[in-house]
């Protein structure tokens, strides 16, 4: 069964640097979203991403942070200068069209800023 | 935005007792979705249902879209069974998934 898969599961970095998680969506599917889940918290959307172009952002999703599909099957999300308070899970998620409504998700990456 | 309440918040269960985790939604929804977040953090997908019910083993779950709630039931659970249970639920088509805020279950042996 396909399924989407990211890199790395855990990363952990200095406050200040710069991180780039990785996705491979589902093959075919249109739709990209990130999500991040502060731990023991809900999980919260970032971003859409659909035909190259961001669809939607959150609040949170500020100019810190920029998504990128650089080929046919990656899509990244890139952290330009970490913080503390962005230690969280982020998950990518894929879906084939609008009408297909379910969003599948990867397996997280465990981002632990230090 | 679209609120999503899910209740209880904390349920603690004996092996083999039958649960039922309630999710409400405060806007009419194209797309729900029930998730278990595994003890390493993964969201597994559980349902997709934004009306009607649909079983898979153990886990069944109904959605009744006009009354803007949901449920999934647990029976004969097992301790494998704990985690955090969320239910999200997305307005319109193509957007992002809004979540609960989950309910933590604890199963015991």
């Known amino acids: 069964e396909p399924e989407v898969t990211q890199t790395p599961s855990h990363q952990v970095t200095q406050m200040g640097q710069e991180v780039i998680l990785r996705c491979v969506p589902i093959?075919?599917?249109?739709?990209f979203y990130w999500y991040r889940q502060i731990l023991g918290q809900k999980v919260e959307f970032l971003v859409s991403?659909?035909?190259?172009?961001?669809?939607?952002k959150s609040e949170i999703f500020d100019d810190q942070f920029s998504v990128e599909r650089p080929d046919g099957s990656n899509f990244t999300l890139k952290i330009r200068s970490t913080k503390l308070e962005d230690s969280a899970m982020y998950f990518c998620?894929?879906?084939?069209?609008?009408?297909?409504?379910?969003?599948?998700f990867g397996p997280g990456t465990r981002l632990t800023v230090t | 935005g679209i609120q999503v309440e899910q209740s209880p918040p904390d349920l603690i269960l004996q092996e083999g007792a039958n649960s039922t985790l309630r999710c409400n939604f405060s806007?009419?929804?194209?797309?729900l979705q029930w998730f278990h977040q595994n003890p390493w953090g993964q969201l597994i997908n559980l349902f997709y249902?934004?009306?009607g019910t649909k079983q898979n083993g153990r886990l069944s779950a109904t959605t009744v879209a006009t009354e803007r709630y949901s449920l999934l039931y647990i029976s004969s659970s097992q301790t494998t069974d704990s985690g955090v249970y969320f239910c999200?639920?997305?307005?319109?088509?193509?957007?992002?998934?809004?979540f609960g805020a989950g309910t933590i279950l604890r199963v015991k042996s």
């Open positions: 998620a894929s879906r084939g069209s609008l009408m297909e409504g379910e969003q599948y």
């Open positions: 093959s075919n599917h249109l739709y």
């Open positions: 991403f659909y035909n190259n172009e961001i669809s939607e």
């Open positions: 806007d009419s929804v194209n797309n």
């Open positions: 249902i934004p009306s």
């Open positions: 999200a639920v997305e307005r319109g088509y193509g957007n992002k998934l809004v």
